[in-house]
């Protein structure tokens, strides 16, 4: 609204600048014959007659020129960039999931680069047994069995070849698969253990939670779940109108909590016996529900009746504390003063939002003391 307000502002601002400089030009270049006077345009005056080369008028709209310029000018200069609550607390959680992320990653190739050395030193290893190996093998202190020549070069060239060749390679390769695929269904079964964990907690608690940490919408989520769930609690009505309420969502935070309302003196009518319109009243007029008023009052096991006392004010129902002392501050004392009263005037009185039946109600109850 205070953007839309200091837009409005502006334009009428840049309108009235350009309209001054007009009539500035007209009178300088003389191109009505004669100067333009205002004053005298809007109180039915002559209008167009000559003047001096600079008049009172023409300083006074070079002042209001200039002062329209500057405010347009700093207007323009100065601008502040609100970003929403809403938007902000989203900003965060974005940020705060790609710093999880970006730390996850770094975890993953630090455990890539220990396994990967691991290889090389395993592959190093296999290297020196290799050359141990032939080493251990190597015929040249048998020179004097010439027979065997032959064969012990068959061997030498045959045995060392086989044994390099033992799995270093393969076991780089297989390894960071198989873990991968371990930690990720270790990261998913940890995402749905955490799930149920924060299902099973209180909506109160939990909402709470979240709006203390900023999450406004993981709030909102988890009232909504709570009404869809059970809609007939009252205070999953209130935390969902809290909710909206600070995001700004006044309308649908005001139905919320009328709704909760209701659902109270819905649950307030069913164990008393009142009408919803009798509790409504009392808590509209003074907040307190005054339970032996009205027609609608619970009945009790006591067969005798109270006495009647005709300046007890708040035995009408709709009649509370703050109207009974309205009325009195007005001389009206007795019920039998209410019974020939016109209900627009006590409305008026006791400062009532809606009218009702007062005078025939304090007419019921003379004729049932009767």
Known sequence: MSTK?????????????????????VNIL?????KLFLRELLTGGDYLRPGPAVSSQDVIIFVIILILSLNLFFSGKVKTTVIPEQVAV????????AEKKAAEAEKKVAKAEKKVAKAEKKAAEAEKKAEEIEEELDFDDFDDFDDFDDFDEEETSGEPEEEPEEEPEEEPEEEPETNSSE?????????????????SEDASTRANRLMAQGNLVGALDVWKKATINNGDVSEYWRGLAQVLDLMGESEKSKIAKEHADRLDSKLIAEKTGRKME???ADLLDDGILNFSAGSDAISTDNPTPPAFDNEDLTLIPGIG???????KMKGISTIEQVSKMNDSEIMEIINSKK???????????????K
């Open 5 to 25: 307000k200091s837009n409005t502002i502006q334009i009428l601002s840049i309108i009235i600048l350009l309209s001054l400089i007009s009539l500035e030009i």
């Open 30 to 34: 003389n191109l009505l014959g004669e």
């Open 90 to 97: 989203k900003l965060v959680q974005k940020a705060k999931v």
């Open 183 to 199: 930690s990720q269904s270790e990261d998913t079964e940890l995402d749905s253990l955490l799930e149920q964990a924060s299902e």
């Open 278 to 280: 009798d509790i409504l």
């Open 321 to 327: 504390n703050v109207s009974a002392k309205r009325l």
């Open 355 to 369: 009218l009702d039946s007062w005078s025939d109600m304090a007419k019921k109850i003379l004729e049932n003391d």
